[in-house]
């Protein structure tokens, strides 16, 4: 019932035939992979289109990925470039546009591979913070490629806390123009990418001092390159960082600058701009300002977050019905390893918590598309609730799949530690995303400062968000679960979520308002209360993601199997969820002990019922071969044959100079003393 065609999915497929362990798990699919694939894309027209872009792109050798794990930092950055440039190619061959439905497939087909990813932040805050005459002279410049962007913020010594940025930019009134300085060497730009080899411009973020007075932080148009023969422009030094744990293929730079002028008009000018006797005017919100990082930040869920998690546990759970190791019964065969119950727990729970935050990912997708139509009413409103989800999500998120890439990598055993499995590049790419766009303890931070402001005003009796108006609805009851099965009741599990973020938000601020009470400074107080904010934030974040997935499997239609099985996922990730923290739903009596009990039956119960379909729902993710780069977890699970024929072609395979210098003199000098 549900086997797809596998043609489509056997793309980069060597070997042809399907290995009968893994071709045997999707002979009995309890519901329809491919109606499941058009669920998660958003409808099966979407599924068709994204289909296209990847045939078109995987088809095209340009964009080949084949001997990635075997190139040097040099060799990855040159491709990255070739492909950036080819790409603007393919585009215009296909035409495909930037506006067009087929765009947002594109970064998912190259897997990230691609240059010139902050040559599109570059335009963007361009876009959001430029005048309309910055505007209509420098994007059609960036479009049609005749200058490469950057966007420099973060510093040596200043990365998340903004104000505390020390590039400055002083006002020249008698020339006009901006000086730019990196006064001392915590000034300096560090991490910006396509800054290091390829940009000829960038956004500089500065302090602004105006006769001597310091507007704080404002972006700056900079070229710092030649246009002509690619030269560092004068007072400008620049170049990479060097290695890192991944993003080889980014030429990631650092930047000083030594009384650089730009013209008045390369102040991007939107929301304030000095006037030519140095007069300075605010003018319009700039409360757009967190709406672009609330974008940003949306959009890196889905592109960078969820991928590496949902390829992860596609290998890992491909691989462990192809391994096979030991005997659970005596005289059998070895059994598939995703048989033990050990592997179930450690792989089967990241798949639920894949289609959980899928569907958080389309929950805040909505909010911010309504978001945005109010901030064209000129209505900011929702601002406060964006960002406070759009940061905890950020965070919640990303802590939660770098967690499950990197379980579903040790649960490979050996072979997941080789880089030909695919799962370290994974590890080690989504690592990044716990960090940038805004550290996760920070952005915790800020979304319980939210809860806090949100639930005094509920005590008040004043109105507060959608998303937090639970806060007002303080109850001290007790969990009415009798037995194991009142646990896969939504309602049963949500309300217990509830409970524990209510608990730890009131009792926060309580701790809170104690402490100022007694006389401690705010901000001192709010330092004390700082771990225990974390977790409410936390609590808040997971609450939400478990109530929205309950309520998305609510209105899902019954046919084809869907409902049914991710009903069976939900459930698990909510439940994985209460016993991975015991004492939060403990703590205060709400729910007792042998509840517990019950919460753990009902838990192992569902790893039985979901690992009859784990290797179907990860084919639902419908990744191609050429996509996953796996040696571990392409469609056929041809795993030995693949991991030989791909160690073959390894560079270290050649006859090295080591011999010639080192091994034969000692071999040679041992040999003749024999």
């Given at each position: 019932m549900a086997l797809l065609e596998t043609s489509k999915h056997c793309q980069g497929s060597v070997l042809g035939s399907v290995n009968p362990d893994l071709g045997s798990e999707r002979q009995t699919a309890s519901f329809c992979v491919e109606r499941l694939t058009a669920l998660l894309d958003g409808g099966a027209e979407q599924t068709r289109i994204r289909r296209a872009v990847v045939e078109a792109i995987e088809s095209d050798p340009v964009f080949s990925r084949e001997n990635q794990y075997f190139q040097t930092q040099n060799e990855r950055y040159e491709a990255a470039v070739r492909k950036a440039v080819h790409l603007q190619k393919k585009m215009h061959e296909m035409g495909w546009t930037e506006n067009g439905p087929e765009y947002k497939y594109i970064y998912r087909a190259l897997s990230g591979d691609v240059a010139f990813l902050l040559h599109r932040v570059f335009m963007r805050s361009i876009s959001v913070l430029g005048s309309d005459r910055q505007i209509a002279k420098w994007i059609p410049l960036a479009t049609q490629h005749k200058l490469i962007g950057s966007y420099a913020q973060t510093e040596l010594g200043h990365g998340?806390?903004?104000?505390?940025?020390?590039?400055?930019?002083?006002?020249?009134?008698?020339?006009?123009?901006?000086?730019?300085?990196?006064?001392?060497?915590?000034?300096?730009?560090?991490?910006?990418?396509?800054?290091?080899r390829s940009a000829t411009h960038t956004v500089v973020f500065a302090q602004l001092y105006i006769h001597g007075k310091c507007y704080g932080i404002h972006p700056f148009i900079v070229q710092i390159r030649s246009l002509q023969d690619h030269s560092l422009c004068p007072?400008?030094?620049?170049?990479?960082?060097?290695p890192k744990m991944n993003f080889e293929h980014t030429d990631n730079g650092y930047l000083l600058l030594k009384n650089v002028r730009v013209p008045r008009e390369n102040m991007l000018s939107k929301f304030c701009e000095v006037r030519p006797d140095g007069t300075y005017v605010r003018q319009g919100s700039q409360q757009i300002n967190y709406f672009t990082m609330t974008s940003v930040r949306?959009?890196?869920?889905?592109?960078?977050?969820?991928?590496?998690?949902?390829?992860?546990?596609?290998?890992?759970?491909?691989?462990?019905?192809?391994?096979?190791?030991?005997?659970?019964?005596?005289?059998?065969?070895?059994?598939?390893?995703?048989?033990?119950?050990?592997?179930q727990e450690k792989l089967l729970p990241q798949l639920a918590a894949a289609y959980a935050f899928h569907f958080t990912n389309d929950y805040l997708q909505e909010l911010f598309d309504k978001g945005y139509r109010e901030i064209q009413r000129k209505n900011f409103d929702m601002l406060p609730e964006l960002h406070a989800l759009s940061s905890g999500f950020k965070a919640m998120i990303t802590q939660h799949c770098t967690a499950g890439v990197e379980i579903c990598?040790?649960?490979?055993?050996?072979?997941?530690?080789?880089?030909?499995?695919?799962?370290?590049?994974?590890?080690?790419?989504i690592l990044a995303s716990c960090i940038y766009e805004g550290e996760n303890t920070i952005l915790l931070l800020q979304t319980a400062r939210f809860l806090i402001k949100c639930f005094m005003a509920a005590s008040a009796g004043q109105p507060v968000p959608p998303s937090v108006t639970y806060l007002a609805a303080v109850k001290h009851g007790k969990c009415p679960a009798k037995n194991k099965l009142d646990f896969l009741s939504p309602d049963i599990y949500t309300e217990a979520y509830q409970h524990v973020a209510v608990r730890l938000t009131s009792s926060t601020a309580a701790k809170l308002q104690d402490l100022i009470q007694s006389g401690v400074q705010k901000h001192d107080a709010w330092n004390q209360c700082t771990v225990q904010l974390v977790q409410a934030a936390k609590a808040h974040c997971h609450y939400i993601a478990v109530k929205n997935f309950a309520e998305t499997v609510e209105k899902l239609e019954t046919k084809a199997g869907i409902q049914k099985i991710m009903k069976h996922l939900c459930d698990l990730f909510a439940l994985h969820g209460i016993f991975s923290n015991t004492g939060a739903f403990l703590h205060d009596g709400y729910t007792s002990a042998a509840q517990m009990d019950m919460v753990t039956a009902a838990y192992l119960d569902l790893l039985a019922v979901i690992r009859k379909d784990a290797v179907p729902l990860v084919d639902a993710f419908d990744f191609t071969d050429k996509s996953l780069n796996s040696a571990?977890?392409?469609y056929d699970g041809q795993v030995y044959q693949r991991l030989y024929e791909w160690a073959q072609k390894s560079p270290t395979n050649q006859m090295s100079p080591a011999y010639e210098r080192y091994l034969k003199p000692l071999l040679h000098n041992t040999l003749s003393k024999l």
């Open positions: 998340t806390y903004l104000q505390g940025l020390e590039t400055t930019a002083v006002f020249d009134t008698a020339t006009q123009e901006f000086i730019l300085n990196t006064p001392k060497i915590s000034a300096m730009k560090w991490w910006p990418g396509d800054m290091g007072g400008v030094t620049a170049g990479d960082i060097g949306i959009s890196l869920i889905s592109d960078e977050i969820l991928t590496p998690l949902q390829k992860a546990c596609t290998i890992a759970i491909r691989y462990s019905v192809v391994r096979r190791q030991s005997k659970l019964k005596p005289g059998e065969q070895e059994a598939k390893i995703l048989d033990y119950q050990t592997q990598l040790r649960a490979c055993g050996g072979h997941g530690y080789s880089l030909l499995s695919g799962l370290p590049s994974l590890y080690t790419k571990l977890g392409s």
